[in-house]
T-cell receptor
């Protein structure tokens, strides 16, 4: 149990376009979802925390108008990278947390974004 | 501030034992996680410690000392497939994970 999926697993887009990444909890309800970014040879960097039905909380330095997060249901959160630039190329990972399990996050397989 | 320290890289021999250390300073503490991450993949859960002591799970064990802000991951009978990055992460008072930079473990035959 506790499976999280991400779609797409990899995407290549042109500079200036927008890309949407989906994160789904397949067999549980995720009251909280997290979005991370990871550059090569670096650790995970938390971008934002989203709770179902409310606005996401962004970490310092993360542009909320560029990285749009929507957590419309208890099983789906989306991250849209708007007006993508080559420096946005990275590995984006989501994780999900159940309502009563504050200590554990279940990770999706990640999405590799390449902006050309 | 919040900080997690772990070695950048370690090398060990197949069949041997290796210990990866992690020290942490966080605003509040609700436990410590170890994750394994292979290149190009998401982290996979290895262990969670919230009480002092050693937790053993097959070839992997994890230790925690809350008073010292210290944890280690012990890997026994190393196999080539254990070559990966090992991430230490502490759960702070807001139940957010504070991540270390990861330790790249290289296993040699």
């Amino acid at each position: 149990g506790a499976v999280v999926s991400q779609h797409p697993s990899w995407v290549i887009c042109k500079s200036g376009t927008s890309v949407k990444i989906e994160c789904r909890s397949l067999d549980f309800q995720a009251t909280t979802m997290f979005w991370y970014r990871q550059f090569p040879k670096q650790s995970l960097m938390l971008m934002a925390t989203s709770n179902e039905g409310s606005k996401a909380t962004y970490e310092q330095g993360v542009e909320k108008d560029k990285f749009l997060i929507n957590h419309a249901s208890l099983t789906l959160s989306t991250l849209t990278v708007t007006s993508a630039h080559p420096e946005d190329s990275s590995f984006y990972i989501c994780s999900a947390r159940m309502e009563r399990e504050y200590y554990e996050q279940y990770f999706g397989p990640g999405t590799r974004l390449t902006v050309t | 501030g919040q900080n997690i320290d772990q070695p950048t890289e370690m090398t060990a021999t197949e069949g041997a034992i290796v210990q990866i250390n992690c020290t942490y300073q966080t605003s509040g503490f609700n436990g410590l996680f170890w994750y394994q991450q292979h290149a190009g993949e998401a982290p996979t859960f290895l262990s969670y410690n919230v009480l002092d002591g050693l937790e053993e799970k097959g070839r992997f064990s994890s230790f925690l000392s809350r008073s010292k802000g210290y944890s280690y991951l012990l890997l026994k009978e190393l196999q080539m497939k254990d070559s990966a990055s090992y991430l230490c992460a502490a759960l702070d008072s807001n139940y957010q994970l504070i991540w270390g930079a990861g330790t790249k473990l290289i296993i040699k035959p």
